[in-house]
């Protein structure tokens, strides 16, 4: 993790984007997000953004609809959260038409270089199925838990994140700021079905005989709770999608 990650030639070509951010109930902070997203230095014909609007009862679509987003409305109740949301919205994208997935959550910022830089990075690794992009923390300063964060985050992003990539060893998925290739998503599926879809779908690809790479120079902000009691829930959401991968794909890598 010292070392640093080479700079990356500029690509040839322009490749499509699919550009996919899960919300519920997002009205209040979206818009930033969709505007990082509508100023990207990329050919605005070469991305499409989608906000996959999971059972919202604010004004979530009319949001995305006045930032140039195509609002996909889900009514389904009987399977609630993000991992269901992604599943359902990779049916209403026609991913034919792409040749990658970019993920954020909403409440993201998105530097303007990071489609630029996926793509530089895609056409120097073609074999790269999934890539990883830096997850920088949004509000650093709001107070003791958000610069926790920050340090755990900084420190990941360099010392196990990149730190991986360099050795060519897989990273892992984040949740945001990451890009999945559209035939890696045919050949895989997204039938995924724990809490940390992240977490299963990067188990997936490495068992399948790939792995996660890691581009240290396409990178989003990520905002954290700056309540510990929301922390705390989040957190423990977290390991109990951690231990679901555990227990049902531990003995498929054992084997």
Not at 152 to 179: E, P
Request: with cysteine.
């Amino acid at each position: 993790g010292w070392w640093s990650q080479n700079k990356i030639p500029s690509a040839q070509r322009y490749r499509r984007f699919a550009v996919l951010v899960p919300a519920h109930n997002e009205g209040m902070v979206l818009a930033p997000l969709l505007e990082s997203l509508r100023v990207q230095n990329y050919p605005r014909n070469c991305y499409k953004v989608f906000v996959s609007c999971d059972n919202c009862t604010d004004d979530t679509a009319d949001v995305a609809l006045a930032h140039g987003a195509e609002a996909l409305i889900r009514t389904d109740t009987t399977k609630n959260g993000k991992t269901w949301n992604v599943r359902w919205a990779l049916t209403q994208i026609p991913m034919e038409e792409y040749d990658a997935l970019a993920m954020f959550d909403a409440d993201n910022l998105v530097e303007p270089v990071f489609l630029e830089r996926m793509n530089d990075y895609m056409e120097q690794h073609p074999e790269a199925e999934a890539i990883q992009g830096v997850l920088d923390v949004k509000n650093p300063d709001d107070n003791w838990l958000t610069r926790s964060y920050a340090l755990a985050y900084w420190f990941t992003n360099r010392f196990w994140q990149l730190a991986r990539g360099l050795w060519g060893l897989s990273c892992t998925l984040g949740g945001t700021g990451l890009v999945i290739r559209e035939a890696t998503l045919r050949r895989i599926g997204w039938n995924l079905e724990s809490l940390t879809e992240d977490l299963e779908m990067s188990t997936r690809i490495i068992l399948s005989g790939s792995r996660v790479h890691w581009n240290d120079h396409a990178i989003i902000y990520d905002e954290k709770p700056q309540d510990l009691k929301i922390s705390i829930k989040q957190r423990t959401r977290w390991m109990q999608g951690h231990y679901w991968v555990c227990w049902h794909y531990g003995w498929k890598a054992l084997a």
